[in-house]
T-cell receptor, first 115, second 113 residues
Framework: EAGVAQSPRYKIIEKRQSVAFWCNPISGHATLYWYQQILGQGPKLLIQFQNNGVVDDSQLPKDRFSAERLKGVDSTLKIQPAKLEDSAVYLC?????????????FGPGTRLTVL | QKEVEQDPGPLSVPEGAIVSLNCTYSNSAFQYFMWYRQYSRKGPELLMYTYSSGNKEDGRFTAQVDKSSKYISLFIRDSQPSDSATYLCAMGGANTGGFKTIFGAGTRLFVKA
């Protein structure tokens, strides 16, 4: 079974530039999460999708971050414009859901450096 | 007060030692308790998953949950250099339309050969 795919793996941009990350979850997983992990901290949830609908985006800085999950499969996370404090690893995770399906499977992450 | 508190370490132990990792939490609504392992430059992977108070064992790993004290632990027996990683505790529960997880900051573990 293929895991969660993310691209790019690394990205370096200057502040005020835009950037986008892509995630392809495990096939059949209805729930998709985007997390931000700052160095030395645990992952912090940015947004959660159930199929193609948003379940929780309470911690997403909506003035600069946006995310979509078209057709309930792939997802993109965009930052526009980026700030220095956005430097972090952006993790995508997916979950099957339903009975016995609470495990979240994580991708390798995209490491963003904002200069 | 953070919902989940975890000592970031680092924790350095010799090979073969018993390792104890701990977290406290404040939200009594949490229903699921998990431990994730994260190697450098990789995403977290689920190690242990428990639903109720008590112990759960899987090979060299034992997860312990004490809901009355809001305290969870992970014990690693006969630690190996390959166990060197960051260990994240996580608490979860159902929210509207889904399942939400809150992570601790992670404890960095080094097992020396």
């Amino acid at each position: 079974e293929a895991g969660v795919a993310q691209s790019p793996r690394y990205k370096i941009i200057e502040k005020r530039q835009s950037v986008a990350f892509w995630c392809n979850p495990i096939s059949g997983h209805a729930t998709l999460y985007w997390y931000q992990q700052i160095l030395g901290q645990g992952p912090k949830l940015l947004i959660q999708f159930q199929n193609n609908g948003v379940v929780d985006d309470s911690q997403l800085p909506k003035d600069r971050f946006s995310a979509e999950r078209l057709k309930g499969v792939d997802s993109t996370l965009k930052i526009q414009p980026a700030k220095l404090e956005d430097s972090a690893v952006y993790l995508c995770a997916s979950r099957y859901g339903g009975r016995g399906g609470n495990e979240q499977f994580f991708g390798p992450g995209t490491r963003l450096t904002v200069l | 007060q953070k919902e989940v508190e975890q000592d970031p370490g680092p924790l350095s132990v010799p090979e073969g030692a018993i390792v104890s990792l701990n977290c406290t939490y404040s939200n009594s609504a949490f229903q699921y308790f998990m431990w994730y392992r994260q190697y450098s430059r990789k995403g977290p992977e689920l190690l242990m998953y428990t639903y109720s108070s008590g112990n759960k064992e899987d090979g060299r790993f034992t997860a312990q949950v004490d809901k009355s004290s809001k305290y969870i632990s992970l014990f690693i027996r006969d630690s190996q250099p390959s166990d060197s990683a960051t260990y994240l505790c996580a608490m979860g529960g159902a929210n509207t339309g889904g399942f939400k997880t809150i992570f601790g900051a992670g404890t960095r573990l080094f097992v020396k050969a």
